[in-house]
């Protein structure tokens, strides 16, 4: 649980209930990358994709074509993201109700139906509305995914799938919407449609069609996996339950209140609270901002895709060290302070590459924070419907940052949008000094469960009489995947 090392003899090594010789774990892990990773992040690129391209859609002439004036754009966008926050925790409890292959494809259903009639508004009060509705259908997609995934995969391999998945978000921040909005703003004229809603119909339309093939490709749990033998299964099974220290997967309402209560969901969250700011408004406003630098608006849609590569790269890497690491902290810390580095960059400078190449860095920080902060929560949270409510209360609270992301680049600020970068630095400095809070907080806690272990003499065999109490086991965290004592979380 914490980000120490924490060794001792004292606390033996147990064998799994399944013989996991049997079974080789990197084999089972690739299945489950190729059967699970490629959709999922679709699925999510649709999702940011459908969330953003309002930005693409600004440029392309919405606000001009809409007669938007003063702060009506900034309000369009902040409402997408109070139905999408408050509705959080509702989904992920959802999920276990109606099973994640039929709630994901339904909300990613609903929301590509909203898209399309997004194309056809015609005033500020319609934009207003089909933004509210959106976010309502939008609001389970991320928290339910990540879920979704933490259901899959043992901790210690969590991180490096969650920023493929997320890098997903990057990629279409511009890296792909970009690219789609340049080539779909040429649309315009054709059927009697501006270009940006052109922007909306087709890319709502894909995600119809993607949302209807996922009822038929998803599958559930790994108990159930159509894609893995009768001995993986088993063995994945038994993993994840050694992982977590058996903790209970049953759907009861005191886990929901343990999510509620624990104040560690809320620090975890105002650290989301904080990264969600400045990845927000560089998603949302990356084109504004280059076009604020000098450049068109037409090669501004191109410019945005090089920051989102590079946050999508770095993502995946910096994932992948962190599992292997089996540390979380010291990575959100270091994505603080490398996008602040590139906000003070685009404030201090006056040259457009210059201040281009802090849209670079600002991405490359910003993005991998946001997936060691999910991670980092996932695992610290025991039992499925606390883990599930837990990564919900992040989300929610986390993404309400995005409302206020809304309104910290303003027109009136325009070209070097100084609020707006003074805003992103401040939060930055704000992460920094939580992370910090964090990894010593959670090593205080594995400190404790240490010295309890060793004077109840508690080893991982007794794992069974502590189920019941998820994260508050004394061998949970303090034990790390596959019973090996060592760095945990």
Same mark, same amino acid.
């Given at each position: ?27 089972? =892990? ?11 992040? =679709? ?39 109070? +139905? ?10 959802a999920i276990k109700y109606f099973k994640p292959s039929r709630w994901i494809p339904s909300i990613m259903f609903c929301w590509g139906i909203i898209m399309l009639s997004m194309a056809f508004v015609k005033n500020f009060s319609g934009l207003m509305a ?88 998803? %599958? ?82 191109? =410019? /945005? ?43 201090? /400078? ?8 802090? /849209? ?58 100084? +609020? ?20 010593? %907080? ?48």
């Open positions: 649980m914490s980000l120490s090392e924490e060794k001792s003899d004292s606390v033996a090594s147990t064998e799994l209930p399944y013989q996991a010789h049997l079974v080789d774990r990197d084999h089972v =892990l690739r299945k489950l990358d190729w059967h699970l990773l490629p959709f999922v992040s =679709l699925l999510y690129l649709l999702a940011f994709l459908d969330r953003t391209n309002i930005g693409n859609a600004k440029i392309a002439g919405l606000t001009t074509d809409l007669n938007l004036t003063g702060l009506q754009f900034n309000l369009c966008s902040a409402m997408f993201f109070i +139905p999408y926050c408050l509705l959080d925790i509702p989904s992920n409890v089909v933004r509210i509705l959106l976010g309502a259908a939008e609001s389970g997609l991320f928290p339910g995914v990540s879920f979704y995934l933490c259901l899959w995969y043992p901790r210690d391999a969590q991180a490096r799938r969650l920023g493929i998945f997320t890098a997903a978000s990057s990629m279409a921040g511009s890296a792909f919407g970009g690219i789609l909005a340049y080539a779909i703003e040429r649309m315009n004229g054709i059927g009697g449609l501006a270009g940006w809603s052109w922007i909306f119909l087709l890319e709502g339309l894909v995600t119809v069609v993607v949302a209807i093939s996922a009822y038929y490709y998803m %599958e559930d749990y790994p108990e159930s996996a159509s894609f893995l033998t009768n001995e993986e299964k088993e063995w994945l099974v038994q993993t994840i339950r050694a992982d977590i220290v058996a903790s209970s997967k049953a759907l009861k309402r005191k886990f929901l209140w343990q999510a509620l209560r624990d104040p560690h969901s809320y620090i975890l969250a105002s650290m989301d609270l904080f990264v969600v700011i400045p990845l927000f408004s560089l998603a949302l406003f990356l084109p504004t901002i280059i076009v604020g630098l000098g450049y068109s608006s037409l090669h501004a849609q191109l =410019l /945005t895709i090089p920051p989102n590569i590079c946050g999508s790269i770095v993502t995946i890497l910096i994932g992948a060290l962190s599992d292997r690491m089996r540390v979380r902290g010291p990575f959100v810390l270091a994505g603080a302070c490398v996008t602040l580095t590139g906000y003070v960059l685009l404030y201090a /400078t006056t040259e457009p590459i210059v201040g281009y190449v802090g /849209t670079l860095i600002a991405a490359s920080g910003i993005y991998q924070a946001s997936t060691c902060v999910l991670a980092w929560t996932s695992a610290n949270a025991g039992g499925d419907i606390k883990r599930g409510t837990m990564i919900a209360i992040v989300s929610g609270i986390g993404n309400s940052g995005a409302i206020a992301s809304s309104f910290i680049y303003r027109s009136a600020d325009s070209p070097r949008y100084h +609020p707006g970068h003074i805003t992103n630095i401040a939060c930055c400095c704000i992460l920094a000094t939580l992370s910090i809070i964090g990894m010593l %907080e959670y090593m205080r806690l594995n400190r404790l469960k240490r010295a309890y272990c060793l004077k109840e003499g508690i080893d991982a065999s007794r794992y069974e009489e502590f189920s019941e109490m998820g994260d508050k086991s004394p061998l949970y965290g303090y034990v790390s995947s596959l019973w090996k004592p060592g760095r945990s979380y």
